[in-house]
């Protein structure tokens, strides 16, 4: 699972509960342990990220799996390009591994809907992993897919990092255009591939006439999967005070500190 998309916990929930449907023998794993280093390999810390990775790939391999099933993007383009670490295993994005097992569910009609799906090209495993997100939104009885393209522009996945790249005013326009000719073409729902995008763009839905989601709780849903995506509903409220009242049972059931809670809520949603 890397350790980003722990802000987005409801994807955890959802793939862990198609995993779970689908009978996997899995182990799901993540967190800070389990980071694959590219931070700080981006900061310049090459000794301590081929470490961090190194350590990861040593984790992996205590479960003897035949296979890695990874989710974030940035991990998979680590190992890929930047440090190869020798494995026993293959490893391959949860979209792939996906479309493997579409024969074997079975998904339930949706209301008829048009789905447009956000993806990045600049390099050809991001545009592999696109395409098999296509294949599990077009599957979906009730579901129009419309491509509305893409931008090698816009690196390898939405992130503050790559947005220092691509530049902010750049990938503004990149987006706003997605956005618009989802519009135009009269989609019901925007989709993003990546968690980092779903973070990203989610905050842009105000004042849209569609909704913005992760591909995975668009395609879950036709199997009776659904988790609440609590981190749009946080950007789109904006309202630390609200927020707070909202996270109260879990923070309180976690023993978590209100005021380390508040520094986090006012950085990450508030709109003030």
């Not at 987005?8 to 967190?31: K, P």
């Not at 900061?43 to 990874?70: C, H, I, W």
């Not at 902010?168 to 925007?190: H, K, N, P, Y």
Request: charged share 25%; with cysteine; proline share 4%.
């Amino acid at each position: 699972l890397g350790c980003n998309v722990l802000r987005t916990s409801h994807m955890i929930r959802t793939v862990t509960d198609v995993f779970d449907l689908l009978g996997i023998d899995y182990v799901a794993v993540g967190g800070p342990a389990y980071c694959c280093g590219i931070v700080h390999q981006r900061n310049g810390d090459t000794e301590l990220s081929e470490a961090m990775s190194t350590n990861t790939v040593k984790y992996f391999e205590r479960f003897q799996p035949s296979r890695v099933v990874m989710w974030c993007p940035s991990c998979i383009f680590y190992y890929d390009d930047i440090f190869q670490v020798p494995a026993s295993y293959e490893t391959l994005h949860v979209t792939e591994f996906l479309v493997e097992r579409l024969d074997r569910m079975d998904l339930a009609s949706q209301p008829d809907q048009k789905v447009a799906l956000h993806y990045h090209s600049a390099h050809p495993r991001r545009l592999r992993e696109a395409r098999a997100a296509e294949q599990l939104l077009s599957a979906i009885p009730g579901v129009e897919y419309i491509d509305i393209g893409t931008d090698d522009r816009l690196e390898k996945a939405c992130s503050p990092s790559s947005l220092e790249v691509t530049g902010a005013d750049l990938w503004d326009q990149i987006v706003e255009g997605q956005l618009q000719a989802a519009a135009d073409a009269g989609v019901t729902t925007f989709a993003n591939l990546y968690h980092g995008c779903q973070r990203q763009i989610c905050g842009l839905e105000e004042g849209r006439p569609f909704a913005i989601e992760h591909y995975l709780s668009v395609f879950a849903r036709a199997l009776g999967i659904e988790h609440e995506d609590t981190y749009k509903k946080y950007v789109l409220l904006g309202d630390s005070d609200k927020i707070m009242a909202d996270m109260a049972p879990c923070m309180q059931a976690n023993g978590v500190n209100p005021d380390e809670a508040r520094r986090m809520v006012d950085r990450t949603f508030s709109k003030k």
